[in-house]
DNA sequence: CATTAAATATCGTCC
DNA sequence: GGACGATGTTTAATG
């Protein structure tokens, strides 16, 4: 059962932007984007200070129900504790968790997370790798520029080898159709507004029907993993700039 | 500071597949299909029934850090208490939380959630109920079937109008670039295939750039949302069907 | 604010 | 188990 008490400190807790922890038993409805309903299950309900509500199962990566910021919460009390979440913007989303039963309530004023993850190994870093180290994609690969806008989309690398033009398109993990498609659109698209043009695409690896449209259409497949490269994490790297 | 006690009782508690929650203060080092570090900060972590492991920030719909299951997770408690996880099946990933602080630990035995997500309103309740309801498609349409192959991917319908074949790219949210070109390279191998042939767009809403590309090769763009179609949550559907 | 594309994407489904 | 595409994707960058 849940403790009236406990309910009416909800919303006292909501508007002092503390962090909630609710673990509970509960059931769970949702309407916007789609809609769903989920039966009894014991979650984890976590309303952060950014007004994120998370509603999560005992397994699983994803909450089972969540709500984005920017969204008001508010905690009913009748026959039994509701708390109900409505987006503040666009699109209209809305979400009923009936709560049957608390385990555990839980609320934090002062908690801090001042810190930004410093992430690498991405795309991106794969791309000004090779910006800067242009004879990785080619011996002869000239670069021109990064991010070349074209009305297809743009271009990760673009350059020339001798008088040809060539686009590249880099993937961090193995190339898929999608991938191939894509390139194959951009080397298309260049050789109509340009002439002859060469495309070379990218990834540690690559699913063989991908492969297969890649030799059809003359498109170059270069093996490259990005964990291999010795990219630092862009703390250090801004550390030892600082340092000089 | 951390308590010795509850160091040693981490092992136990994983090993007894309890679900556990850390409220600390920690750092987090990350290594796998990218890399991560970020500094000091308040976190609540999650090991699940499953093994998954979440590291929540005090904002954000996304965890700071993570690790799928399968994953094996162990607490050393040396200078400081220090959580290892590493997945059990590839990719090789790991991620090691130094913890500075808890504020609270919890776990528990006997969480249940049996219960799945009913979800409705999805872009596969859409092509269902239109495989139902070709005429909404187009008067004259007559389905021939759904997730139909081609080299390039799947169309979601496929059919005739009049002696015209027909491919139908849906979208539930607004419809941009990739969705224009899609149907584009559908339409295109289509009329290679067989001959001449139609391509038709459905989506709630369309970017002017998609249009555009539309428009200039012959693709009809029509509007329907998702939203105002009567679909019912499968598990209405169940019953209602289990009545009968 | 809208558009665009990456993501440690995750997740289900189909082959 | 691999491949493929949707996702209530979320998120960040960019014009």
Redesign the interface.
């Known amino acids: 059962m849940v403790n009236p008490e406990v309910s009416s400190r909800i919303n006292q807790d909501i508007a002092e932007r503390k ?1 909630i ?1 609710i ?1 509970c038993s509960c059931t769970i409805e949702y309407r916007g ?12 309900i ?1 309303i ?3 007004t ?1 509500v ?1 509603v ?6 994803k909450p ?3 709500m ?2 920017p969204t008001e919460t508010v905690a009913e009390f009748g026959e039994e504790l509701v708390l109900y979440s409505q987006r503040t913007k666009k699109p209209f989303e809305e979400m009923k968790v009936n709560v049957k039963d608390i ?2 309530y ?1 609320s ?1 004023t002062s ?12 795309e991106k870093d794969l791309q000004e790798y090779l910006a800067k180290n242009p004879a990785l994609v080619h011996p002869e690969f000239r670069l021109i520029g990064t991010e070349h806008q074209s009305p ?2 743009y271009f990760d690398l673009y350059g020339k080898i001798g008088e040809k033009y060539v686009v590249v398109e880099l993937k ?2 193995r190339a898929g ?1 999608p991938a191939a ?1 894509q390139i194959k ?1 951009y080397k298309e698209w260049l050789q109509g507004y340009i002439g002859e043009a060469r495309g070379i695409l990218i990834a540690p690896g690559i699913t063989p029907n991908a492969l297969a ?1 890649l030799k059809k259409d003359g498109i170059e497949y270069k093996k490259m993993n ?1 964990e291999h490269l010795k990219i630092r ?1 862009r ?1 250090e790297k801004t550390l030892r700039e600082w340092l000089q």
Do not use: A
């Not at 984007?33 to 014991?42: D, F, P, Q, W, Y």
């Not at 999560?56 to 990566?61: L, M």
């Not at 908690?111 to 991405?122: F, G, I, V």
């Open positions: 962090i922890f673990l984007r789609s809609r769903s309903n989920i039966g009894l299950g014991h979650r984890l976590i952060k200070q950014d994120t998370l999560h199962s005992v397994t699983g990566f089972v129900n969540w984005n910021t385990l555990d839980r934090y908690l801090r997370d001042d810190e930004k993850l410093d992430l690498t190994h991405t297809l989309g961090v993990e159709l498609l659109r449209l990005v994490h703390k």
